[in-house]
Each structure stands twice: as C-alpha cells, then as structure tokens.
C-alpha cells in the first residue's frame, strides 16, 4: 500500500504562487506515475497534472497550463506542483494520485490506485 501525503497548501493572494508536495511510502516509487487533481466546493474532482516515473513526459488541464509545473524527486520519493499566477479559480482542495502499476500518466482518475488526504488551497481576489 503506497501512501501520499500532501503538504503546502495555503491562503495566497491573485497572482501569488504556493509550492504543493506529496511525500510518497515505498521502495518503487520512481516506477510510478503521479498525479495531482483537485475538487473545488461542490464540483467533481478534476485532473491538473500528471508526471510518468522518470518525469520526461508531462500533461495540464488546459485551465492550469503555462502558470503549473509538475515535478519529481525520485531520490525523494516526492513530487510537487508548482503553482504561479494563482487566480480566485484555482480554490480547491488538491489531491496527489499514484498509479501503481504504470509509469504512464494519464488524465483519468479511475485509474489512479491510491490518494492522498488533499490539502486546501485558498485564493483571495
């Protein structure tokens, strides 16, 4: 069983930036791919970002691409989102993903395996 858990979320300002981790349980970790989603007050959840196990390939909601990086420290068993030009819309909750059995990506989150408990992210205008 492979556990997440998020940290850096906060209240910002409009056009401030926060950095997201999520520290990752287990040994085989740089084998999988990773994913942060997020869910705002009373929406689905919805995808961000993915990142494939040796961070060559990577892929944004059209709503969060040019101002959200996604990246990984293998040796750290972590990935993080690094989240400029923050706006009211990005207010959610932000979960991290592990896809166990894959180092592929994907904008699916069925097909994610395991979750971490989300950590809140607050924009004021």
């Known amino acids: 069983q492979v556990q997440l858990v998020e940290s850096g979320g906060g209240l910002v300002q409009a056009g401030g930036s926060l950095r997201l981790s999520c520290a990752a349980s287990?040994?085989?970790?740089?084998?999988?791919?990773m994913g942060w989603f997020r869910q705002a007050p009373g929406k689905e959840r919805e995808f961000v970002a993915y990142?494939?196990?040796?961070?060559?390939?990577?892929s944004y909601a059209e709503s969060v691409k040019g101002r959200f990086t996604i990246s990984r420290d293998n040796a750290k068993n972590t990935v993080y989102l690094q989240m400029n030009s923050l706006k009211s819309e990005d207010t959610a909750v932000y979960y991290c993903?592990?896809?166990?059995?894959?180092?592929?990506?994907?904008?699916?989150?069925?097909?994610?395996?395991?979750w971490g408990q989300g950590t809140q992210v607050t924009v004021s205008s």
């Open positions: 990142i494939n196990w040796s961070g060559s390939i990577t």
């Open positions: 993903a592990v896809r166990k059995f894959s180092g592929l990506g994907t904008t699916s989150l069925r097909l994610y395996d395991s």
């Open positions: 287990g040994r085989t970790f740089s084998s999988y791919a």
